[in-house]
């Protein structure tokens, strides 16, 4: 049998997964067992459970993500005249039925009030950080069930998975992201008008 806790590396690029097991091989050197004990160990990043995923096993993972669960980070941005910087925040996984709109909120405010004010590439940051997070995140558990089970067993997973549902919080983020352009559009007609 495979003595799972030499195989602990680094397996995702950017170190996000420093103590995971690598993902599970497609040769047939491992025994049911094995892939077993494997799929029976917590997902950790650095010594401590991804956000989200306390309490669950790689296999409650998968089976979660078939019902809807997703890891996902949100964008942040902020401009400094001349410069402008956008970030992700933390991974975070969302169980399936749990919404991801209150995460959206602060983010997207954050970068509504400090990321426009850098030419050109703050105004273009922020309409893709506003997008973005208005969409519910970055959606990479494509990426991270590959890193962890392999393309193969990721795909076999990803296209029987139920998509997710917007929640409440994530609706009305969209309305207020959408009023603002309305109303600047109203605001404009408005004073065109008062002049004529």
Not at 28 to 54: C, F, I, K
Not at 91 to 109: D, F, I, M, N
Request: net charge positive.
């Amino acid at each position: 049998m495979c003595n799972l806790a030499s195989l602990m590396k680094t397996c995702f690029k950017g170190d996000l997964f420093m103590n995971s097991p690598p993902p599970i091989p497609t040769e047939s050197n491992w025994s049911q067992d094995d892939v077993n004990a494997y799929l029976n160990q917590p997902m950790l990043d650095n010594g401590r459970p991804v956000a989200g995923t306390e309490g669950m096993t790689i296999q409650q993972i998968e089976d979660d993500i078939l019902r809807g669960g997703r890891f996902r980070v949100f964008l942040w941005n902020f401009s400094i005249i001349v410069m402008s910087f956008q970030r992700s925040t933390g991974l975070r996984y969302y169980r399936a039925g749990e919404g991801c709109g209150a995460s959206a909120w602060p983010w997207t405010v954050l970068s509504m009030l400090i990321g426009w004010w850098g030419i050109p590439w703050g105004v273009i940051y922020t309409i893709g950080t506003l997008y973005t997070n208005c969409m519910g995140g970055k959606d990479i558990t494509a990426d991270i069930l590959s890193a962890i089970v392999g393309p193969q067993r990721m795909s076999s997973i990803m296209t029987r998975a139920i998509k997710p549902q917007a929640d409440i919080a994530l609706w009305l983020l969209r309305i207020l992201v959408l009023s603002i352009p309305a109303s600047i559009a109203v605001a404009i007609f408005a004073a065109s008008s008062s002049r004529n």
